[in-house]
């Protein structure tokens, strides 16, 4: 399957990216890449996600850790954001972000994506990116 293929229609409890996935690299508009570790992990219906993106010397220079509900449809993923503690604001450094949302005023995130065998690629509403790859 090329990574430009799309994933299918699936329910939550069956789709394609259900596991954990370790970033690789954050792509930004610009097309400027930064290195990331952490993980991003799907369940049944249910993601989270701690990453840090790296200095050049390979030090955390911000972070985010968040979650919530997912949906995935076709090649788009749509995030439900029911926690964030983030300094990271649209792929820069920003000013700390906490929150909690009830479900009535949780932020939804319109994404698609890009998936192939062990690869994953989000693309985010701000126009950066997210390589994975498949923990094992």
Not at 42 to 48: L, N, T
Not at 66 to 75: D, P, S
Not at 92 to 117: A, M, W
Request: net charge negative.
């Amino acid at each position: 399957m090329s990574i430009f293929q799309s994933c299918g229609q699936h329910t939550a409890s069956d789709t394609p990216i259900t596991g954990f996935w370790m970033p690789k690299k954050y792509v930004m508009t610009t097309g400027e890449s930064k290195d990331v570790t952490g993980h991003i992990s799907f369940g049944k219906d249910q993601w989270s996600v701690v990453f840090f993106v790296l200095d050049s010397a390979g030090n955390p220079a911000s972070a985010s850790a968040e979650g919530g509900e997912y949906q995935l449809e076709n090649n788009n993923l749509t995030f439900w954001h029911s926690y964030n503690f983030s300094d990271i604001s649209k792929g820069t450094v920003g000013n700390l972000t906490k929150s909690i949302s009830p479900d009535e005023n949780r932020q939804k995130e319109f994404c698609h994506i890009e998936l192939e065998e062990n690869t994953l690629v989000i693309y985010f509403p701000s126009g950066n990116a997210m390589i994975f790859s498949k923990s094992s």
